[in-house]
T-cell receptor, first 110, second 113 residues
Framework: TQLLEQSPQFLSIQEGENLTVYCNSS?????LQWYRQEPGEGPVLLVT?????EVKKLKRLTFQFGDARKDSSLHITAAQPGDTGLYLC??????????FGKGTLLTVNP | DTGVSQDPRHKITKRGQNVTFRCDPI?????LYWYRQTLGQGPEFLTY????????KSRLLSDRFSAERPKGSFSTLEIQRTEQGDSAMYLC???????????FGSGTRLTVV
């Protein structure tokens, strides 16, 4: 069974601070996706990374896929209250299914 | 296209009753997935359709659960003889074959009392 561990589980910071959350596995994934989920809503896809070592930027968010395609990180610069939410990573294998981590619950205080 | 639609958004039912949820995917997406999410957990895979064919069911999907996707369009997920442990958010997602990104619906929150 492929498992994804996300850390930290909870993170509370002040507006303007930087943060990094991590997604680690002992398994190799063909792709890694990050989603953001707000309470009572479904997850929304932020990015998909497929190549080991790949770095993608989305405004203040930087995503990195590990060289061995077993881990990923999400870095947010100058966090804003609107960044508050549950950040989920999900690994894709050779099939269609995604394996999700438990998520990092981020709270950005004004 | 307004994205993936799920109905109802919320459902409260008594233990032992049957419930049915509906999902309307993005029209050009041929893949449709059902996931279940409980508090403090990430979504867990339940089942997957490619067009109208149900290609895989998780062991989480007991014989009380059934899903259909007639004509490869909308899908329904039925739970018979609901139990309190069935209380969760049921998420539907769709995607294009070859495109790893899912588009999720807003989910159906089921509470079994």
């Amino acid at each position: 069974t492929q498992l994804l561990e996300q850390s930290p589980q909870f993170l509370s910071i002040q507006e303007g601070e930087n943060l990094t959350v991590y997604c680690n596995s002992s398994s190799v994934f063909s792709s890694l996706q990050w989603y953001r989920q707000e309470p009572g809503e479904g997850p929304v896809l932020l990015v998909t990374v497929v190549t080991g070592g790949e770095v993608k930027k989305l405004k203040r968010l930087t995503f990195q896929f590990g060289d061995a395609r077993k881990d990923s990180s999400l870095h947010i610069t100058a966090a804003q209250p609107g960044d508050t939410g549950l950040y989920l990573c999900a690994g894709g294998g050779s099939n269609y299914k995604l394996t999700f981590g438990k998520g990092t619950l981020l709270t950005v205080n004004p | 296209d307004t994205g993936v639609s799920q109905d109802p958004r919320h459902k409260i039912t008594k233990r032992g009753q049957n419930v049915t949820f509906r999902c309307d995917p993005i029209s050009e997406h041929n893949r449709l997935y059902w996931y279940r999410q409980t508090l403090g957990q990430g979504p867990e895979f339940l089942t997957y359709f490619q067009n109208e064919a149900q290609l895989e069911k998780s062991r989480l999907l007991s014989d009380r659960f059934s899903a259909e996707r007639p004509k490869g369009s909308f899908s329904t997920l039925e739970i018979q003889r609901t139990e309190q442990g069935d209380s969760a958010m049921y998420l539907c997602a769709s995607s294009l074959q070859g495109d790893g990104g899912y588009t999720f619906g807003s989910g159906t929150r089921l509470t079994v009392v």
